[in-house]
């Protein structure tokens, strides 16, 4: 590859991505408690874990410091979620229903530093308090700061009604500077009226934060964003796919932002424009207590070791940002997949927080191809006879974006190198992730004088690749290794994420 020339050209905008994405801190909660479960996790969401002692190799050891260590290339892009229960004092038990359950006021023994004293339900103490800690967040970088929302009044506001207590607690978030709720289980969490109810008042009392849904999909044509739910990491891909292809033949109502969050599946959020829950993280090897982290077994995908791709995903929806459902204008491919993994013995503690006996065989299955906006992408087995799952889209912005998806089989993980050829349109601003033997864009744009750029979405710097590449026909034929080295070109020593990077047609 010696003919490709350096340029002075960075194809990324210096903004913020404007996608409503997060870091949330589930994951890190149960790697600090050791897996303890749920309520070891609960107890573990405390300030001294979030910001830790400021001696990162320290921290790293025992698993704190997650606002302080984590996602430094990134942060400016994501919102920092402080997951299930910020709000709820250490060891009170769920089942005893602790009348601070659902309450939103910052518990004092988790944040000492930033509890203001005063009444519990005074709302100028509960601001105040929750302001500070936002204040905090965002010193160190983060785009701002959300947290985790039961859906159900609190024991001590029995009193008020649905909307009395939702438009208090908004306008505690607003004035509080929060940017998100991420709205979850809780005794009202399947009734479509109560959600509803709040996603109205979020636009009069808090304009500027994300009312995230979830679990009753009739919300989607009318939440801010609705998260696909929780997934497994071995089977991740086809079970969100699968999802997707449910959420995604709603249309979003007028007035509502209609995203689609598809958590942690971050190069499908990139190439089918729906936002991120990020819960992967770079605490990399067994738990503190040397057991194996259930939730991101290392004998798979390996995803503490690919957090690139997350900033790269930021970094792309700086161009391409989250838009809304339209279930007209897209396909779901009639063709579906089958992934399996089998459970072999005594491993079932490793290799899954869903637990599965010995011997299973855990089959899920998803659309081959997803597309928005555009025709779906046409895909060549590979010489094993095997295709990736493929997802692409037409951007609102005019951009284009497509992503090869990885395989399970048996006890193996892997991305089908094929050789895939997608139409943009006239688009001239495509991201391309994932591995490919070539890529092929068909685009009105492609001109037999084009220039070819690619830049690495975590490089500020294009490279032509003109040289490298063939035009013709209005094609631009890319190889596959040309992809594969520009698009990791810039992983973090030790990181193994697959590439993800800009290509661009260029007509002086």
Known sequence: MANIKETSIN???????????????????????????????????TEE????TGNEQEDRKVGRGWANHLYKDARRDLIYLLDDSWDIPIGALLKEKDPWYASQILAEDKFPSFYVPGEPFDAKRNVESMKKLSKKIKELGWKGLGGWICVEKSPLAKEKTDEEYWSERLKW???????????????????????????????KYAPNLIAEQAIVPDMIPFADSYRTYDVFTLLAIPITLEKLAFDFKFDAEDGYLGYINCMDEVYTAAALGCAIDVTRHNMTGPLPDGRPDPSFPALHRQLKTKTDEVTRTVRWHRIAPAFSVNGKDTFIDENWLTDFWDVVEQAKEIEAWWKYKDGDHIE??????????????????????????VVSAL???????????????????????????????????????????????????????????????????ALDVTAECRIENGRVYLPGDL????????NHEGDTSEPGLIVKIVND
């Open 364 to 389: 899920r299955k998803g659309p081959a191809r997803i597309s928005r906006g555009l025709s779906p992408a046409e895909v060549t087995e590979d010489r094993e006879g095997f295709v990736p799952y």
């Open 395 to 461: 951007h609102p912005c005019g951009v284009t974006s497509i992503a090869t998806l990885g395989r399970t089989q048996g006890r193996r993980y892997f991305v089908p190198r094929c050789d895939v050829v997608q139409d943009i349109k006239s688009a001239d601003t495509t991201g391309v992730f994932g591995y490919y033997a070539s890529l092929t864009l068909k685009s009105t744009a492609v001109k037999e004088a084009s220039r070819i750029l690619m830049q690495d979405l975590l490089s500020d710097k």
């Open 49 to 52: 874990n979030i910001f830790g």
């Open 173 to 203: 978030a607003n004035e509080a500077g929060w940017l998100y709720w991420k709205l979850d289980w809780g005794r009202d969490c399947n009734t479509f009226a109560v959600r509803k109810l709040i996603t109205d008042l979020r636009f």
């Open 11 to 45: 194809l990324v905008p210096d903004t913020v991505n404007i996608s409503p994405d997060y870091f949330c801190t589930w994951q890190v909660q149960l790697f600090r408690c050791n897996n303890a479960g749920p309520q070891g996790q609960r107890d573990n969401m």
């Open 483 to 490: 992809i594969n080295t520009i698009g990791t070109s810039c």
